[in-house]
């Protein structure tokens, strides 16, 4: 998980981890657990994904240590878009052409930790300890890891060549796309809703290997989330540019993103298309629309009159684009925590409409499949109970040698079917002349920017002492 682009507020650390401990599955209405140090599996029924998470770091008591970033260790994974069936009364009729998982979760001990404000790497082991007389051998075996996994980092990453892939097929005709659109605007019209976002996926074979994608990935479209998981057969790799939530000393935090323009070509040209953006009423009102649906979700679980809207109607700039950004704060009230959070808001606004449970049963009515992954969350839950996810779009789904994309857009009443379709494809790139799950063209992956070097041996911050270990259960 990497932030490579955007403010120390929402960019400030990347993460890197391997051999987890435990991989959660979530289906309908089974979990399962897999302990990958002695091979044990259990299974359960479970009709929520992250009261199973919460169960299993319910177990794990993480030493205090001053100075440590929101995470280190805990949960890493995704919550699909379809995983909302279990939360709310969706119906369950929609294909599941591609038949992921509503969730995956990885649960890692050993994660190394880049800080770009402080450009240092951290090494973090977390040392599990049953018993007070196991205490010296944990950390001895902690702190062999971190001795190993600082050689790791230093060895060269091979690099692949990859060719070509064929034309993405989409499983949305364009007469059918227009079709969809002109029906959400008569849904629009009768008032059932404000808004709601249609989507098409597009496939694509994969000549080359998912990472070569992420390295390139990064280098055309930094953002400040990106992720790449291997769950062993299933990838999932995006650049999104949009927190889902972020809690985090007792705070959860979410920043709707809505309205678009192209960076200027001279900072006269930014300046313009900024005061353009803010100027856009369309543009203007599905941004205030979002606010208030944020507003709605945080105060769900959040402290009464403790939700609040900050830096309301920002430009935010990236390297290609530009947003309007706010920030919707709110107070956990003291019987809700993280998962609780995600809950409460997912899915976004952003990828489903309003009011949010209707859109969500007219885009069943309008899409054929299920979306998997596409508008769910990627993220991470920490052993200290912190959480950040972001919304998954600009995302690839690699699986059996076959890339997956989806891309879609808010359709209002003003909406044109014509335009919502090009703004699809574009999201998509699928009018590019590479294929979309091209990125990883060959010449570009080479310059993607490396980890920055390790300190020396030795200077690796061992961040636990053998008393913190001990005071561990």
Known sequence: ME????????????????????????????????????????????????????????????????????????????????????????????????????????????????????NVIQVVVNASVPDASLADQAYDAAEAQIEATVSEIRAPLPYRLGLPGGEPVSNTSRERYLEMVRQAKDYVAAGDIIQVVPSQRFETPLTVHPFDFYRALRVVNPSPYMYYLDFDGLVIAGASPEMMTRTEGGTIETRPIAG??????????????????????????????????????????????????????????????MHIVSRVRGELRPDTDAFDALRATFPAGTLSGAPKIRAMEIIDELETE?????????????????SDTAIAIRTLVAKDGVGYFQAGGGVVAESDPASEYDESCRKADCGARRPPHGPPRPRLAPHAEPLPTPHPRGAARRERTQDDFRHRR
């Open 3 to 118: 932030s490579v682009e955007g403010g120390e507020s929402v960019a400030r650390y990347s993460f890197l981890g391997s051999r987890p401990r435990v991989i959660v599955e979530s289906r309908g209405n089974e979990v399962k657990r897999r302990y990958l140090r002695d091979g044990r599996t259990e299974t359960t029924e479970s009709a929520d994904p992250l009261s199973a998470l919460r169960d299993v770091l319910q177990d794990v008591v993480p030493a205090n240590i001053e100075g440590l970033p929101p995470f280190h260790g805990g949960f890493v994974g995704y919550l699909a878009y379809d995983a909302v069936r279990r939360f709310e009364r969706l119906p369950e009729s929609v294909e599941d052409s591609l038949g992921l998982p509503d969730a995956m979760f990885l649960l890692a001990d050993s994660v190394l930790v880049f800080d770009r404000a402080r």
């Open 260 to 321: 678009t323009r192209p960076r200027g070509r001279t900072p006269e040209e930014d300046v313009a298309l900024a005061a353009e953006l803010l100027a856009d009423e369309k543009e203007r009102a599905e941004h205030v629309m979002l606010v208030d649906l944020a507003r709605n979700d945080i105060g769900r679980v959040a402290s009464y009159g403790r939700v609040q809207v900050e830096d309301f109607m920002s430009i935010e700039r990236y390297s290609h684009v």
């Open 370 to 386: 299920r979306r998997g992954v596409y508008g769910g969350a990627v993220g991470y839950f920490s052993y200290s109970g912190a």
